[in-house]
C-alpha cells in the first residue's frame, strides 16, 4: 500500500524557517517525481516545487530562491526546506506522487500539514 506521511508544520514569525519532511513507503521511491502543493482559502491549490527522479527540480515563481525541495532516496524521503516565510506562505502543504502515466497528474497524496506565518 502506497503512503505519504507529511510532518513539520507550524507556527513561524515572518522571516523564519521551517523543514517539512514527507515519508513514502509501499512502493519504489526513487523511481518516481514528487511534489509539494498547498492549498489556501483564498488561491485554492498551488504547486509549489517538483523533483524528478533524477534530482531536476521546479519552483513556482514566488518560492524561488526562498525554497528548496530535496529527496534522499535512500530514506525515502521528500523534503521542503522554507527559508525568509511570508505571511502569504500560509497554507496547508501536501505531498504528493506524481503519476508515471501523465506528469501533469498526482496519484497518491500525503495528508497534509499545516504552516502558518505570522507575528
Known amino acids: 500500500e502506497v503512503q505519504l506521511q507529511a510532518s513539520g508544520g507550524g507556527l513561524v514569525q515572518p522571516g523564519g524557517s521551517l523543514r517539512l519532511s514527507c515519508a513514502a513507503s509501499?512502493?519504489?521511491?526513487?523511481?518516481?517525481?514528487m511534489s509539494w502543493l498547498r492549498q489556501t482559502q483564498g488561491k485554492g491549490l498551488e504547486r509549489v516545487a517538483d523533483?524528478?527522479?533524477?534530482?531536476?527540480?521546479a519552483y513556482v515563481d514566488s518560492v524561488k530562491g526562498r525554497f528548496t525541495i530535496s529527496r534522499d532516496n535512500a530514506k525515502n524521503t521528500l523534503t521542503l526546506q522554507m527559508n525568509s516565510l511570508r505571511p502569504e506562505d500560509t497554507a496547508v502543504y501536501y505531498c504528493?506522487?506524481?503519476?508515471?502515466?501523465?506528469?501533469?497528474?498526482?496519484?497518491?497524496w500525503g495528508q497534509g500539514t499545516q504552516v502558518t506565518v505570522s507575528s
Open positions: 509501499g512502493y519504489a521511491f526513487k523511481n518516481f517525481a
Open positions: 504528493a506522487r506524481i503519476s508515471s502515466t501523465d506528469s501533469g497528474a498526482y496519484d497518491y
Open positions: 523533483i524528478m527522479n533524477d534530482d531536476k527540480t
